[in-house]
Each structure stands twice: as C-alpha cells, then as structure tokens.
C-alpha cells in the first residue's frame, strides 16, 4: 500500500489521459447533436470546430479534475435528449439515466434534469399534464433520485460545499437580471469568437427557431442566476454552459 501511493504521479497522469479522452468524445457528441437538431452538416462540424479549439475545453481535458467529466456527462444526456432514433419516452429516461450518474461526479449535475424539463415543454412541446401522465416520468424521477442520493450514502463529505454557498448575502433582481452577462463575461474576454458565434446563433435561433432558443436561453439564465443566488461566478462553473454556446 505504501509503495502504490508513495508515487502519486500515475494517477495524475491516468486522469489527465482519461480527461483527454472524453475531451475528443465530447467533440464528436456535440457534432451528433447539432446535427441532429439542424440536419445541416456545415453547422455541425462548425459547432465541433468551436468546441475542440476552445481554449477552455483544451484547459480543462488535460486536467485532471472532475470538471470535464461533467462537462461530457452533459453533452451525452443533451446527445440522448436530441437523437431522433429514440422514442420520447427513452429520450427521457436515458438522458435523467446520465444526469442521474453523473451525480456521482458533481452536484453540479442536478441543472441537467432542468435543461431536459425546458427542452420537454419548448422544443418537444409536451405539456406538463401529457408529462405527468407518463409512467416514464414517474420512473425516469426515481432513478435520478436514487442515483443522486447513492453518493450522500457512500460517502456523506461528498456533498461538502456548505462553506461556498452565498445564500444569506444580499441579492437583488438587478443581479438577477445581470446574471449571465457576469457569468459568461470571462468567456467573452478568453474567448471572444466563441461567443460572436455564440450571439449569432442566439439570434438566429430567435428569429427562425424559437423551440431551439427558447430552452437554451432560458437554461443560461436559470444556470447563471442560481450561481449568482446560491453561489459564486468562477470561470470553472461555466463548463457545463459551453457545449450550448
């Protein structure tokens, strides 16, 4: 035992390769799910080409700290979200199956269920009464709820971030408002193209594809106002807000 952990360097090494992995895996995932989305070829290897050469992508797979794996974890529940092969009902349970599991890796991984629920009602367009009628939703729920509770059970720490929490400090709707404009304002100094591209889009989507922009845009504003109300801006926090940019 002595000797396998005298040398931690192994283990930095094989979480940096594995990052670096589902790094090139995230690429091609986000390639599968414009595509799916759009139907356009163009579009989604340009979504690809912006993801692989994003300096913070780059930064983050050859770390080897959890932050990428939730990253992936997101884009593979917004892949089974998006694929047109599954019914509805699968499309449910398999993306809650990962946002489930990837509670495992983060907590972070509890905004995912709310992307699915936003992209149900605007781009799917079931209402919440045809949602609840689905014995689907019903087991989808308690298999996310197991699973994000199995790591509280394994090992209680593992949800240690009470001395990050900013609740009790004084917010107001003007933060609320500003919210993701302070969020993602280091992306638009690091990454200045990433997010033209990203503004574009946006725009573009308002115009002709409203049931694409409506569950993004809301997303970004949901995520950057919980952060804003219950934590803190970290240019880290904003991992899981790149394969949407």
């Given at each position: 035992l002595y000797y396998a952990t005298s040398d931690l360097s192994q283990f930095f090494i094989i979480a940096r390769l594995l990052n670096a992995i589902l790094g090139v895996l995230s690429v091609g995932l986000l390639y599968k799910i414009v595509k799916n989305i759009f139907q356009n070829n163009r579009m989604a290897l340009l979504a690809a080409f912006l993801l692989s050469?994003?300096?913070?992508?780059?930064?983050?797979?050859?770390?080897?700290?959890?932050?990428?794996?939730?990253?992936?974890?997101f884009i593979l529940g917004?892949?089974?979200?998006?694929?047109?092969n599954l019914s509805f009902q699968k499309k449910f349970l398999y993306s809650m199956l990962v946002a489930g599991i990837g509670m495992g890796v983060s907590?972070?991984?509890?905004?995912l269920p709310i992307f699915i629920l936003?992209?149900?009602?605007?781009y799917e367009k079931k209402s919440i009464l045809i949602l609840l009628r689905?014995?689907?939703?019903?087991?989808?729920?308690?298999?996310?709820i197991v699973l994000a509770a199995l790591p509280a059970v394994i090992y209680p720490g593992s949800f240690g971030f009470s001395g990050n929490i900013t609740a009790d400090s004084v917010k107001t709707i003007l933060g609320i408002l500003q919210s993701p404009f302070?969020?993602?304002k280091p992306v638009a100094f690091s990454e200045p193209i990433l997010m033209i591209f990203a503004v574009i889009g946006l725009a573009t989507a308002f115009l002709y594809m409203k049931r694409f922009f409506w569950p993004v845009f809301l997303f970004i504003y949901t995520y950057s106002a919980i952060f804003y109300l219950f934590f803190r801006y970290e240019h880290?926090?904003?991992?899981?807000?790149f394969p949407l940019l």
């Open positions: 050469t994003s300096l913070f992508h780059i930064l983050m797979s050859v770390t080897g700290r959890h932050w990428l794996p939730v990253s992936f974890l917004l892949f089974f979200l998006t694929d047109n907590i972070i991984m509890v905004i936003y992209w149900i009602l605007f689905e014995k689907t939703f019903y087991l989808a729920s308690g298999i996310f302070l969020f993602l880290r926090f904003t991992i899981t807000l």
